[in-house]
């Protein structure tokens, strides 16, 4: 099995990479504001792991909503960081990317809090992969960390803590604003890390 990391930059995604050691990590600029906070995180483990890194870039910026575009929020916007059909789109364009390299596998960051989102939960991820399978090349999509919370999957991938500092999680700026739910979930999670459970691990 060879397998390719969706590699946003964010804690979930640079700790799976240091977990599972991909053959090729993709990141994506898609019109979200904080791209290049997390094209840094992310080529900065790329550069440690020595994975190659190959970056998409597509505006879809007038298809979304909420904070990471800087738009309204939709009326059926669960979440101030909402964009309509994101994952599903990511997954789509990482896979047309990553055929060509002879990959199996393309795995993303999804955690256990996740599932707040439908997209964030198994079935999203059995269904993606079936559709992504039935179609051409043989891929499928698995979320390895699924059933871990973000500091279970911190402290089990073994990611320094130097390298884990690199993390972009805001939601809204490509330099942290520490208001969006991105920058409070960054906060959390490095304190049940370093602070209420002992220094990392």
């Avoid at 909503?65 to 964009?83: F, R, Y």
């Avoid at 198994?122 to 871990?148: H, K, N, R």
């Amino acid at each position: 099995m060879k397998s390719a990391l969706l590699l946003s930059g964010g804690i979930d995604s640079i700790a799976l990479a240091f977990w599972k050691k991909p053959a090729l990590a993709v990141t994506i600029d898609y019109g979200q504001l904080p791209f290049e906070g997390e094209l840094r995180a992310a080529q900065a483990v790329a550069d440690n792991l020595q994975i190659p890194h190959e970056i998409i870039r597509v505006d879809c910026s007038s298809l979304g909503a909420g904070d990471l575009c800087g738009g309204p929020q939709l009326d059926t916007s669960p979440a101030s960081e909402w964009w309509p059909y994101r994952n599903q789109l990511l997954i789509t364009l990482a896979v047309m990317k990553v055929i060509r390299f002879g990959i199996n596998e393309l795995m993303i960051g999804t955690v256990a809090t996740d599932n707040v989102h439908a997209d964030g939960q198994q079935q999203f991820v059995d269904l993606i992969s079936q559709l992504v399978y039935f179609q051409e090349g043989g891929l499928t999509v698995s979320a390895p960390a699924l059933e871990l919370d973000s500091a279970e999957l911190v402290r089990l991938s073994g990611i320094p803590p130097s390298l884990l500092f690199h993390a972009h999680s805001c939601h809204k700026a490509s330099v942290a604003c520490g208001e969006c739910r991105g920058c409070h979930k960054y906060r959390a999670v490095m304190h049940s890390l370093f602070h209420s459970q002992g220094l990392y691990y």
